[in-house]
Each structure stands twice: as structure tokens, then as C-alpha cells.
């Protein structure tokens, strides 16, 4: 393996729909709209705009149309959804969505526990989804939840995780997101099912989506980079959380991902400054601190000044050695 | 690169010395004392058990003797000590420390700045403390601080740190730590610097120490496991923090690494469960919560129970199915 050598890898930011669905406080469509407009000023890849869902179920994100609406959209940057359903394909659809993100879970008991249906019930509404969107030319992407474990089940066999992810390729979506949940995918897993998978779909675009769950996340992002994977999930801050695992942290952060890859000589496009910034904005607008480390230290290039009382320090050094 | 496959990984705890030694509050001698007991019986590889330096500098390791008379030695288990000059080599040998650890930094400012002398001094105290305690007989290993960086300085070169390395297995140290001071490391640097060390020093026994300042610690891991490192500092609870970046994470914790090596097939030796539960002791131990993960969140195999409520919304699904 030789890491880095300017390889392109892209990242996606999934903080203000996946982050911001859990916040408790509702927060003000303007403020969702101005902190999009910057990170779409970063050189993301992708961002995950919101999700038309029922506002009931996800009052977080009652404002959907409102965000999509009213951010600017920059050249370059993918801005997808999440939809669960045709209903909400076509909401997203007169958004002007660059992609719709469908998701179900590859455990029966998570599938079940979340969205309250049978994996098979999913999977016929999202091939619903897939044929009303396909002729609209619009990008589709699906997000496997559970693909490296399920909290209550525990091991997801890879045959499973293939044999679903066959089943979408079939149907003929543009990508495939395999999604670490709840945090418990390990390096070696990892590695192993990304070889697998672009082995078996070279041609289709696979996205990997860790959580920091139990320290793994940027370990995992190593292997799988290793695997060949260049796109990657992450979200600002940290941001995301994990209903299975209180006090744990969420999704992989964005700016620790991006600093991390940057420092390993890969290609990311992003302007890191100005993303450590973005992240830097959000305890005040949540209320709360967040999990990323590197808004909190800083990069390692910030450098920190030398101590006033050092000079003297070093002359009584030197008249030491001066003296011995 | 193939992960795991059994291969052994030795895991060295410094938790109760470089974690206890910036806690404000003195912990009581009984209570060290009681924590190490049990961490001997997890199958960690080395415990850092405290350090030989004056009281007035470290008042919360003041009970350095009385810690190591009052621990109970587990056969295999190696206890090292911190010991800055030969005066604290003597105590160290007195009290039958299996290795005496010594420390310089690799950046002049930070030894500056840390141990208030030029590198050069630090050197030949360290110098003195090795022909000293050569003829005991004890196990000798050097820690070089800043090995990948400096927060004042930055870059720190490899011929630096190489030429350092080179003085001190000259002067024939049985082990080299690298470390990671205040988490400025990335994968392809520990890569590199790893493989161009094992290749140079083959037989001298390497281990690397990595902090969590910017979320890359376990990604810094799984690089030098590829260049073939073996072994590594770890702190229980994630303990340890950095002067230089108020909030962040400090060393890399134990439970996390053992959780990750463990899943990713490597054989640490280690009882995860019992080294969990020391950890578990922390947050009451030092009033206030540690950095670590696997504590909170628990192993990936501890499953969560199916919600009560599932059945019935099974049912439902079922329901839905066959009418369909």
C-alpha cells in the first residue's frame, strides 16, 4: 500500500439532514440555508440537503422545500435528498434534487425498529421510487443501513449485503452507500467487503458512510481507501449521533476526515479553513458542543506561539553548557 | 496488505502515569494502587506505573514508592517507570521497576519548553542515567516526544528524529517509543517513518504512541500495523489531554485500541471485558468523563435488546403483506 500520491477523493456532507434530524431545538430555515450556502463555498463533493419525509415524523426537516429552495446552488456540487417514498421523490423532484437518496436497512429487526416496515415492503417503495425517477434523469443513489452490523441482530452476513445490493444494481441506480450505522465496522470488515465490492461493480459508484460510534471511524475511511473507495460520508462537526450508544459520537467529522486526507497527500478539493470554520459555527447554533477534533485543536499546521518566559529559559541553558 | 490474521500486538498502558499526572486532584495512593491490580490481570503486555521525578514538579505522582511497593506483580506483565536522571533511576531500581523509561523531546523548543534544557542536555543526563542502570541489568527504552512534529516548531525531520534514535541504540537502549506528543501524526508519515525505522533498527524493539488530538489516532494504528509495529502505548479511558489543545482527546484509548485489534483479528492477549470495566471506573475515580468510546457505546457484540413494541409492529408488516 502507498497512501496518498494526490489520488482524488470526494466527500460528502451529510451534517445539516443526518446531523440536524436529531437536534431537539427546531433550527431557523435561514440559519440551514446560510450555513448550505457556505459549506456549498468549501469544494464539497455532495451535500445531503434535507429529506422529504413527513414533517410529523421528522419536524427537524418540516422545511424541506423552503432550504432547497433557497440556497444557491454552486457548480460542481451534487445536492441530494433524502426521500423515502414517491410522494416524497416528487416533492424532491420539483426541488430540482441533483440526486435522490433512498434508503432501507439489510436487517429485518432495524428495518423494522426504524421504519416500521419488513425489508421487503422497503425494498418494493423504493424500486416504486427508482422507476417514477428514472425517467427524469435524476441521480439515485441507495444508502444500506446496517451493512457492517446491526445493534440487535448483530452480524450482517456480506451475502446478504451483496444480495441487496444486486438487487438495486438491477434496478439500475447510479451509486450504493454502505452504511455503518451504529458505529461497528471494523478495519479488517472493512477492507474486506469494499475489495469484494468493487470486484463484483467496478462501474458503480460506492460511497462509505462510517460512524465514530467506538473510535473506528478514520481507521475505517484507511482501510477502505486502501480497498480502493474514494467517496466518503461524513458530517460537519461530527454531528449525527447514535440512539443505540448515548454519550457515543455520531457520524465521522467532516473537517477531521478532510485534515486527515489532506496531511496523507490525497486529493480532496476542499478548502479546509473555510470548512473548519463552518464546523466552528455550530455549538452556537445548536446549543451544544460537538464531537470533531480538529475545529477544537486546530490543524496540525496552526502552530503555537513560543512562551514569553522561553528566551530566559534558553540563556540559562546556555550558560550551563557555557559553564560544563 | 492482509489485517490481523492472529498476529500478535502488545498493548503497553500509561494511563495511571501520563493520564494521573495532570488530573488536578491527587488520586489516593490506595486507589492507584488498586487500579493497576486490576489492569495486571487484563493481560496487558507493559503498565507505565508512575514516575521517579520530584514530588514539587509532579505533586499527583508524589507517591511513586509507596505505588510500587503497595502493586502486586503479575508474572509477564512488564512495570515501567518514568524516571528523568539518574537520581530518579536509583529510586526506580530500589523499588524493582522491570524498565526504566526515559524521555527527551526532538524539538528543541518543546524540550525547551517541557524539561527547561537544551536537547543536548537532556541527552547526556539521559546518557548518564543509561551507564548507570546498564549493569543492573534493568530494561531500558527511550521515549522521544514530538517524533512526528512540534506544536511551536512544526515539521520535525526524519534524519531529526533518526539521528536522535541512532544515539541513543548506540548507547544501547532495548526500545524506542515514538511519539505522537500532541497528535500531529498521519497515516502515510507513520508509514513511512515506520518502515524506514524497522529497516534500519530491526532488532530493536519499536513501540509508537499516538494521541487522539485530531481523531486520528486509531488511523495512525492501523499505518504502523501495516509497516509492521507491533506494539503501542495506549491510555485507559483515553486519559492523558494535551497543554496545547484545551478540549481535545489525549492518548489513545485502551479499550478502543484493544476493541479494534481484537475485531480486526489481532491477538493483544488482553481480557477486553475486565479492561472495559477498569475503565468504567474512571469517570467516578477522577469526577469528570473520559474521551474513550467502547466504555460508552460498548463492544460492536453487545447487543441492544428488540424494542417491546416490535411484535406488534411485525405484525402489522405481516398484516400488510398478505393483503397486498
Chains 1, 2 share one sequence.
Request: glycine share 8%; hydrophobic share 40%; proline share 5%.
Amino acid at each position: 500500500m502507498q497512501h496518498g500520491n494526490n489520488q482524488r477523493v470526494y466527500i460528502q456532507d451529510v451534517a445539516v439532514r443526518d446531523g440536524f434530524q436529531i437536534e431537539p431545538e427546531f433550527i431557523a430555515t435561514s440559519e440551514k440555508i446560510g450555513l448550505i450556502d457556505t459549506l456549498s463555498r468549501t469544494g464539497l463533493a455532495k451535500i445531503e440537503v434535507t429529506s422529504f419525509t413527513s414533517p410529523k415524523a421528522i419536524p427537524a426537516l418540516a422545511d424541506a422545500e423552503a432550504v432547497m429552495q433557497g440556497i444557491e446552488r454552486v457548480p460542481g456540487v451534487i445536492y441530494t435528498v433524502l426521500v423515502p417514498n414517491v410522494r416524497g421523490a416528487e416533492r424532491a423532484l420539483i426541488c430540482r434534487a441533483d440526486e435522490l437518496n433512498i434508503v432501507m436497512s439489510l436487517s429485518e429487526t432495524h428495518n423494522l425498529t426504524n421504519l416500521r416496515m419488513k425489508r421487503e415492503q422497503s425494498f418494493s417503495q423504493l424500486a416504486e421510487v427508482i422507476r417514477f425517477a428514472r425517467p427524469t434523469g435524476v441521480a439515485l443513489n441507495v444508502s444500506l443501513s446496517c451493512a457492517f452490523g446491526c445493534p440487535m441482530e448483530g452480524v450482517v452476513e456480506q451475502d446478504e449485503v451483496f444480495g441487496w445490493a444486486h438487487r438495486f444494481v438491477d434496478l439500475g441506480v447510479d451509486g450504493i452507500t454502505l452504511c455503518d450505522t451504529t458505529g461497528m465496522a471494523h478495519p479488517t470488515q472493512v477492507q474486506f467487503m469494499c475489495n469484494a465490492f468493487k470486484q463484483r461493480w467496478p462501474s458503480t459508484e460506492l460511497t462509505l458512510h462510517f460512524h465514530n460510534t467506538r473510535g473506528m471511524g478514520l481507521a475505517n475511511v484507511i482501510a477502505a481507501l486502501e480497498a480502493g473507495v474514494d467517496r466518503f460520508d461524513a458530517s460537519l462537526g461530527g454531528l449525527g449521533g447514535c440512539p443505540y450508544a448515548p454519550g457515543a459520537t455520531g457520524n465521522i467529522c467532516t473537517e477531521d476526515l478532510t485534515h486527515m486526507l489532506a496531511l496523507s497527500g490525497y486529493d480532496t478539493n476542499v478548502d479546509l479553513d473555510l470548512l473548519i470554520a463552518c464546523g466552528r459555527r455550530l455549538p452556537a447554533m445548536l446549543g451544544h458542543d460537538v464531537p470533531g477534533q480538529v475545529g477544537k485543536a486546530g490543524k496540525v499546521s496552526d502552530l503555537h506561539s513560543i512562551p514569553q518566559w522561553l528566551p530566559e529559559i534558553k540563556a540559562r541553558a546556555d550558560a550551563k553548557v557555557a559553564l560544563a
